[in-house]
């Protein structure tokens, strides 16, 4: 059975940057469609990005684009999430998650089979 683990999070400084990482086991991550979502504190979950099986297809929220870029390693089984230029409102816990739908428009945020833990990104001076 397919697990994830996120990792990579921690203490940043504004504008700084940050590679996270989700790792799977127990199933080829090749047969899933990832997405990426992260949750602050009193406010919904939030999905910011999402990458096909294959890794030929992306899309971000717009509060991300140009600022984050996903990819994917299928032969390291891991989906990574590079972040920039981070502001404190990117503070949060980042979440991957495999998906019931393939990436695109937003349809791919209205299912998700299974989550990783998460991991904490910190944004403050």
């Known amino acids: 059975q397919l697990q994830l683990v996120e990792s990579g999070g921690g203490l940043v400084q504004p504008g700084g940057s940050l590679r996270l990482s989700c790792a799977a086991s127990g199933s080829t991550l090749a047969d899933h469609a990832i997405g990426w979502f992260r949750q602050v504190p009193g406010k919904e979950r939030e999905g910011i990005s999402c990458?096909?099986?294959?890794?030929?297809?992306?899309v971000y929220s717009d509060s991300v684009k140009g600022r984050f870029t996903i990819s994917r390693d299928n032969a390291k089984n891991t989906v990574f999430l590079q972040i920039n230029s981070l502001k404190p409102e990117d503070t949060g816990t980042y979440y991957c998650?495999?998906?019931?739908?393939?990436?695109?428009?937003?349809?791919?945020?209205?299912?998700?089979?299974?989550w990783g833990k998460g991991t904490l990104v910190t944004v403050s001076v």
């Open positions: 990458i096909s099986a294959t890794g030929g297809s992306t």
């Open positions: 998650a495999s998906l019931v739908h393939i990436c695109y428009g937003d349809m791919w945020k209205s299912g998700m089979n299974l």
